[in-house]
């Protein structure tokens, strides 16, 4: 497939800002329970919810430059029932929606308590507003990885591995953010967060080494043999039908030789994962916060290569109707 | 419920294009607007197309068969293009089967494209929406036509009658018997797609030659050594004849 950047910025972007408030969340829950020292409402949970706001929303103006009409973008949340784009449609701004409530909500200090646990815990607004989010993050999580995961016959896509890489990717950049977000606001949050972003990546890095291993053991179920309906051994296309180029020859190939797929996937899993894991464990051992900002930068472009090398590696079928001009 | 579908008949198409020309032709005059023709006499043209010819070589040489083959989109009966659309504007039609999108909904995300194995939805650069083959359905109903030209563009410009229309429920319509008596197959089955288009594989067409077609036996030249030769006493025909 051909990777359309306005589609590569959408998954990356809108996955630091989940993966971001996701964070936040989780400081918010630990010192729910006491874990963690609480945190300054303004500062860190009113900022930092803006920050993952700001990549949400730069996701979903990115996802406008995929559409042909994008004046008619409202439209795509018709159809929920069949399908999941149009349910990403729905999810992401309630994500955005809910992430915004819950800065303002610290912002304002506005935090009655809702309920309290036997032990004593006030549940407030917050912790309500967070928990939907949380829902909704691994809901959008879900969402944009369907997308790719529901087509059957692009089977590099269609697989489990999928959702469980977009989640942790996701997850990866934007607890990395947050780690060097911290290091702005919340220099004792640094070591946790640089922690977790650690053992997300790693996480992540095995996922996509699984995904990679899968893909590279895939045996095509169509050739050009049911394509045509043609049973014989050799069949060479002698036409496409005409000489220009179409939509066919345009959307559905990366059009860069072999040899730029194998350098990118060596790039993404050195810059989304090596690199950065090399910077977490860093600074979860004490080195300056300041590389944690290089990890994130490092991580987000290897992000972006691995999101064009995931649309690359795609191969549809639809290819084997294009295999010679004239 | 019926399905309309083409069936194509790969034994017999030439791969004269004459049904992507007529389509082209049809389906820029209509009411949905133009279908964008970029460039058409420049370096690299392009547009959309709703049906192509495409032409492989079967085979190894000496022994090979050219092979024309139309494309176009199979109004398939589960269709994976129409459940991924998020708006609605592509959707198979409850009354005849035909997949169509609605040009006025559409968003032009291509998710649609994607998914279909086949290749068969073009975005028109210009409109930037999805297009399809309609089945021409701004014309199979319309009722100031012939009834004998209320058929898809491309099946009335066939000159060698590849192409034939019909309904697939219908076990009695022209499709259905073509697809059963000439063994009638789907594309990529392996999806579970059910294309309603089918196409009728290449048939041999055996001669065969028996000795007494190579030596007439009612060569008049050879009649006579044949027959048996009556005796002199038997009845000769004027015998028989004179009564």
């Not at chain 1, 994008?70 to 784009?85: G, I």
């Amino acid at each position: 497939m051909r990777p359309d950047f306005s589609v590569l910025f959408l998954t990356t972007l809108i996955g630091v800002g989940q993966g971001l408030f996701l964070a936040l969340f989780t400081v918010q829950l630990y010192a729910l329970f006491g874990l963690l020292p609480p945190q300054d409402g303004h500062l860190f949970y009113a900022h930092g919810s803006l920050l993952a706001l700001a990549f949400l929303v730069a996701g979903l103006v990115a996802s406008f430059f995929h559409l042909g009409r994008p004046e008619r973008a409202w439209r795509a949340a018709a159809m929920w029932r069949t399908s999941w784009l149009s349910r990403e449609v729905i999810v992401l701004p309630a994500l955005m929606g809910t992430v915004l409530l819950y800065g303002a909500a610290h912002l304002a200090g506005w935090r009655p308590v809702l309920a309290s646990l036997p032990s004593g815990i006030a549940i407030d607004a917050t912790v309500l507003l967070g928990g939907l989010g949380t829902l909704l993050a691994f809901a959008l999580f879900l969402c944009t990885a369907m997308i790719y995961a529901c087509l059957p016959f692009l089977r590099e896509w269609a697989s489990p591995l999928t959702v469980i890489n977009f989640t942790l990717l996701g997850g990866a950049s934007g607890f990395t953010l947050a780690a060097a977000f911290a290091g702005r606001v919340a220099p004792d949050l640094v070591r946790f967060f640089a922690g977790w972003a650690f053992v997300i990546t790693l996480f992540g890095l095995a996922g996509r080494i699984a995904s990679l291993v899968r893909n590279s053991r895939l045996r095509p179920k169509s050739t050009l043999q049911t394509a045509i309906g043609i049973k014989h051994p050799q069949i060479a296309q002698k036409s496409t039908g005409f000489m220009g180029g179409s939509f066919n020859t345009r959307e559905f190939f990366h059009g860069r030789p072999a040899g730029m797929l194998r350098r990118v996937k060596w790039a993404f899993l050195i810059t989304a994962f090596g690199v950065p894991l090399a910077l977490q464990g860093a600074c979860w051992s004490g080195a300056p916060e300041a590389l944690l900002r290089l990890a994130f930068v490092v991580q987000f472009l290897g992000l972006l290569a691995e999101r064009w090398f995931f649309f690359a590696q795609a191969n549809h079928p639809q290819n084997l109707y294009y295999q010679a001009v004239a | 419920m019926s399905q309309l579908a083409l069936v194509i008949d790969l034994n017999v198409c030439v791969g004269c294009h004459a049904c992507v020309t007529s389509c082209k032709e049809w389906n820029t005059s209509g009411s949905a607007g133009p279908l964008a023709d970029l460039m058409p006499y420049g370096r690299d043209p392009t547009g959309a197309f709703f049906n192509r010819v495409q032409t492989f070589e079967v085979g190894e040489y000496p022994n090979t068969q050219t092979v024309h083959f139309p494309k176009s989109c199979l109004h398939c009966e589960d269709p994976p293009c129409v459940p991924v659309c998020p708006t609605g504007a592509s959707h198979k039609r409850a009354s005849d089967g035909i997949v169509l999108v609605d040009y006025d909904k559409c968003i032009g995300c291509k998710y649609c494209s994607w998914a279909c194995p086949y290749g068969v939805r073009e975005i028109d650069p210009e409109r930037k929406v999805m297009t399809k083959c309609t089945l021409c359905v701004d014309r199979i109903y319309d009722e100031a036509l012939p009834a004998a030209e209320r058929k898809p563009a491309c099946v009335l410009a066939c000159p060698t009658s590849a192409r034939l229309f019909g309904d697939i429920h219908d076990p009695d319509s022209i499709v259905s018997q073509a697809i059963r008596d000439a063994a009638g197959y789907p594309l990529m089955p392996e999806w579970g797609t059910h294309p309603s288009n089918h196409y009728l594989p290449r048939r041999k067409t055996p001669m065969h030659i028996h000795e007494d077609e190579l030596e007439r036996v009612d060569n008049p030249l050879k009649v006579d050594g044949l027959l048996p030769k009556p005796a002199k006493s038997e009845p000769s025909l004027d015998d028989v004849m004179s009564w």
